[in-house]
């Protein structure tokens, strides 16, 4: 099976390196014609402005967003979260929408407030989890399943085939988020 990762702009050797050594085949995804091997694709923390501004040209997130909505699953981090999300609280821009949460970004401050906290994932234990200018979830839709806490915070959801995190699951050197995900690729 192949994994695309979504490598215009941000951490994108990190994912590849996690899910290569999950065993996964694991490319980054820059055209829209790569999407057409990928079982799953990873956009991957970064700065998400930039993203959709690169992403746009040459027509890969209309191509995305076509094949989001046909049911690829994607794995949207930190900034992927809030390429996903139905809105954002803090900023008039709109991307994807296809996650019915509501996030602030940038919500745990600058850069230099970054930390380390533990993630309660219910089934999966406790997940060391970084949070580097991480948006916070304001708002869960109905039909959004609360996969991991921060304290009362949602921080890892998931609807359907999409998943999102506020973390960074690729730098807590532990590979069970993504191996959540890649089994969400082999059932899809
Ligand atoms: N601040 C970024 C954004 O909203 C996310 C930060 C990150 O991915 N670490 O795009």
């Given at each position: 099976?192949?994994?695309?990762?979504?490598?215009?702009?941000?951490?994108?050797?990190?994912h590849?390196?996690?899910?290569?050594?999950?065993?996964?085949?694991?490319?980054?995804?820059?055209?829209?014609r790569?999407?057409?091997?990928?079982?799953?694709?990873v956009?991957?923390?970064?700065e998400?402005?930039?993203?959709?501004?690169?992403?746009s040209?040459?027509?890969?997130?209309?191509?995305?967003?076509?094949?989001?909505?046909?049911?690829?699953?994607a794995?949207?981090?930190?900034?992927?979260?809030?390429?996903?999300?139905?809105?954002?609280?803090?900023?008039?821009?709109?991307?994807?929408?296809?996650?019915?949460?509501?996030?602030e970004?940038?919500a745990?401050?600058?850069?230099?407030?970054?930390?380390?906290?533990?993630?309660?994932?219910?089934?999966?234990?406790?997940?060391?989890?970084?949070?580097?200018?991480?948006?916070?979830?304001?708002?869960?839709?109905?039909?959004?399943?609360v996969?991991?806490?921060?304290?009362?915070?949602?921080?890892?959801?998931?609807?359907?085939?999409?998943?999102?995190?506020?973390?960074h699951?690729?730098l807590?050197?532990?590979?069970?988020?993504?191996?959540?995900?890649?089994?969400?690729?082999?059932?899809?």
């Open positions: 099976m192949t994994v695309g990762v979504l490598a215009v702009q941000g951490d994108v050797r990190e590849l390196a996690v899910l290569g050594a999950l065993g996964v085949r694991a490319v980054p995804v820059l055209r829209p790569d999407l057409a091997s990928v079982a799953g694709v956009l991957p923390g970064g998400s402005t930039a993203m959709w501004r690169i992403m040209v040459g027509g890969l997130a209309e191509e995305l967003r076509a094949a989001l909505c046909g049911g690829l699953p794995f949207g981090t930190c900034a992927g979260m809030v390429l996903l999300a139905q809105e954002i609280t803090n900023w008039p821009e709109r991307y994807f929408q296809l996650v019915d949460i509501a996030v970004r940038n745990t401050g600058p850069q230099q407030h970054s930390f380390e906290a533990s993630v309660d994932a219910g089934e999966l234990g406790e997940l060391a989890a970084l949070f580097i200018r991480a948006p916070l979830v304001r708002r869960v839709g109905k039909g959004v399943q996969l991991g806490k921060l304290g009362t915070e949602p921080v890892w959801v998931r609807q359907g085939h999409l998943l999102a995190a506020s973390f699951p690729e807590a050197g532990d590979a069970r988020v993504h191996q959540y995900f890649v089994n969400m690729c082999r059932k899809e």
